[in-house]
């Protein structure tokens, strides 16, 4: 079963709005990681946070981890069409293993 | 640029036959590979994991006849689909390890069985 369950499924925005994702899981975890994935290709990653973080910047990127909570969001502000993309949450609960349990995912879609 | 390389990217076979799927690490070495498997607009499935000069170990429900894994050198792992039919059509992605905490992906690779 996914550990990482993201919310919304589907997100539409304009440009230059911040688009917020959430992501959820069921057990503990060394490290939580966000990815894109533009359509049919492969994973691009984000960001990392490790379970002892709150919070973390890249870019116009900001994840925070709310351990307590078991939920993560990835913030991406002033979005471009470019960031038109899926994005996806990915836990990994075996140390050094980096066998990661990925979300359902968020399509992103930045209107123009 | 890209340090995962997977090859082909797409394939379109018959079905009965087999497909191999190539993953290589391109400047580094991978003790460990990942291979994930895609349906369309869904999330990465953990089919096994490929281990160097060992045997892979495969998720649960994923049969390890269909889907044989070799990793024989630190920057190669294979996937071949054996038998194909049309529901293994699907987008395979392969991921390797450079070190701890950085992960990097491959591509992909989309089969279609006919």
């Known amino acids: 079963s996914q550990q990482g369950e993201e919310d919304p499924q589907a997100l539409s925005i304009q440009e230059g709005e911040n688009a917020t994702m959430n992501c959820s899981y069921k057990?503990?975890?060394?490290?939580l990681q966000w990815y894109r994935q533009n359509s049919g290709r492969g994973l691009v990653h984000l960001i990392l946070?490790?379970?002892?973080?709150r919070e973390k910047h890249s870019g116009r990127l900001r994840v925070t981890l709310d351990t307590s909570k078991k939920s993560s969001s990835l913030l991406i502000t002033a979005s471009r069409a470019a960031d038109t993309a899926s994005y996806f949450c990915?836990?990994?609960?075996?140390?050094?293993?980096?066998?990661?349990?990925f979300g359902q995912g968020t399509r992103l879609t930045i209107n123009p | 640029g890209a340090v995962v390389s997977q090859h082909p990217s797409w394939v379109i076979c018959k079905s009965g036959t087999s497909v191999k799927i190539e993953c290589r690490s391109l400047?580094?070495?991978?003790?460990?590979m990942f291979w994930y498997r895609q349906f369309p607009k869904q999330s990465l499935m953990l089919m096994a994991t490929?281990?160097?000069?060992?045997?892979?170990?495969?998720e649960q429900g994923v049969e390890k006849d269909k889907f044989l894994i070799n990793h024989a050198s630190l920057t190669l792992s294979t996937l071949t689909v054996t038998s194909a039919h049309p529901e293994d059509s699907s987008f395979y992605i392969c991921s390797a390890n450079r070190w701890i905490g950085e992960l990097f992906f491959g591509e992909g690779s989309r089969l279609t069985v006919l």
């Open positions: 990915a836990t990994d609960k075996i140390q050094g293993a980096q066998k990661l349990v």
């Open positions: 490929s281990n160097e000069g060992s045997k892979a170990t495969y």
């Open positions: 057990t503990s975890i060394n490290n």
């Open positions: 946070i490790r379970s002892n973080e």
């Open positions: 400047d580094f070495q991978a003790t460990t």
